[in-house]
């Protein structure tokens, strides 16, 4: 298997445009979460999905983050409009509910810098 | 809620010497306990886990942790380091009764000086 992947690695954008990253689970995942990860706050989850559907939320850090999950290969996390302070690492990992204690598979990350 | 505590910001420690990494954790009921090892510009990468069991667990590239409930502690430990476990080390917890959310440490810089 391919690993979690997503797009684009690295992202530079001005900010009040809008962002959106990309992401594939390990195919037969049925957990997937988006995290942030900064020097200041070390890694956040934002949100994760439970076969497609979105269980805890509390993470987003405002309305401007929404996150979808259309499918069970594919989801994104798009921020509109972007603003400087969301410059961060995004990762997506995902897992599977069997046996208990499931390890959590990371994706490469998306380098986000807001100008 | 469960929390994750990491106290060092950084370790160094001389190649070849054993290394000690530290972790203590709080939750509600019975732990599920990780530990993730991230180098430069990659994500994070399971490294090992307790679930029930043994307390001494083991796992990839020569570590283990040994699991201690009456100090909530989970400490990731290596016999030998290498100067290519220089990375940075996360200690992540989840309530076994719950569900797939983990809390992680803020991490801790792990530098083998050769």
């Known amino acids: 298997d391919a690993g979690v992947i997503q797009s684009p690695r690295h992202e530079v954008t001005e900010m009040g445009q809008e962002v959106t990253l990309r992401c594939k689970p390990i195919s037969g995942h049925d957990y997937l979460f988006w995290y942030r990860q900064t020097m200041m706050r070390g890694l956040e989850l934002l949100i994760y999905f439970n076969n497609n559907v979105p269980i805890d939320d509390s993470g987003m850090p405002e309305d401007r983050f929404s996150a979808k999950m259309p499918n069970a290969s594919f989801s994104t996390l798009k921020i509109q409009p972007s603003e400087p302070r969301d410059s961060a690492v995004y990762f997506c990992?995902?897992?599977?509910?069997?046996?208990?204690?499931?390890?959590?598979?990371f994706g490469p990350g998306t380098r986000l810098l807001v100008l | 809620a469960q929390s994750v505590a990491q106290p060092e910001d950084q370790v160094n420690v001389a190649e070849g010497n054993p290394l000690t990494v530290k972790c203590t954790y709080s939750v509600s009921g019975n732990p599920y306990l990780f530990w993730y090892v991230q180098y430069p510009n990659r994500g994070l990468q399971f490294l090992l886990k307790?679930?029930?069991?043994?307390?001494l667990v083991k796992g990839s590239y020569g570590f283990e942790a040994e699991f201690n409930k009456s100090q909530t502690s989970f400490h990731l430990k290596k016999p030998s380091a290498l100067v290519s476990d220089s990375a940075l080390y996360f200690c992540?917890?989840?309530?076994?009764?719950?569900?797939?959310?983990?809390?992680f440490g803020i991490g801790t810089k792990l530098q083998v000086i050769p």
């Open positions: 307790y679930i029930t069991g043994d307390n």
């Open positions: 990992a995902s897992s599977s509910n069997r046996g208990g204690g499931e390890t959590q598979y």
């Open positions: 992540a917890v989840r309530d076994s009764g719950g569900y797939q959310k983990v809390t």
